[in-house]
Nanobody, 122 residues
Framework: VQLQASGGGLVEAGGSLRLSCEGS????????VGWFRQAPGKEREFVVV????????YCADSVKGRMTIWRDDAWNTVYLQMNDLKPEDTAVYYC????????????????WGQGIQVTVSS
């Protein structure tokens, strides 16, 4: 049972990256899924969530207009497209499957990916 994230790396400011998160033994179908991130010395913070069955997406103000989440339930995979990246986007990014409660709290998610590093140079 795991969520396997991929696609991170080093990029210059203004560049783009796409993260993927594939569930193995954990289904995304019928569940909301989201991304969080944790910068050095900071707490894990909410980035974006996508509701199940073609529902809406909600994102943090800090990434609005720059980051987009979408999913492919047939492949049990959720994606995060990150554009116009800034040095302050540097963090370890985590995908999570939402269980219940407030979207903004990590405790509302029952399964997490292993985290993937995104580094944006200035």
């Amino acid at each position: 049972v795991q969520l396997q994230a991929s696609g991170g790396g080093l990029v210059e400011a203004g560049g783009s990256l796409r993260l993927s998160c594939e569930g193995s033994g954990v289904t995304f179908r019928g569940y909301d899924v989201g991304w969080f991130r944790q910068a050095p010395g900071k707490e894990r913070e909410f980035v974006v969530v996508n509701q199940k069955s073609g529902g809406d997406s909600y994102c943090a103000d800090s990434v609005k207009g720059r980051m987009t989440i979408w999913r492919d339930d047939a492949w049990n995979t959720v994606y995060l497209q990150m554009n116009d990246l800034k040095p302050e986007d540097t963090a370890v990014y985590y995908c999570g499957r939402y269980a219940s409660g407030n979207y903004y709290y990590g405790t509302s998610y029952d399964y997490w990916g292993q985290g993937i590093q995104v580094t944006v140079s200035s």
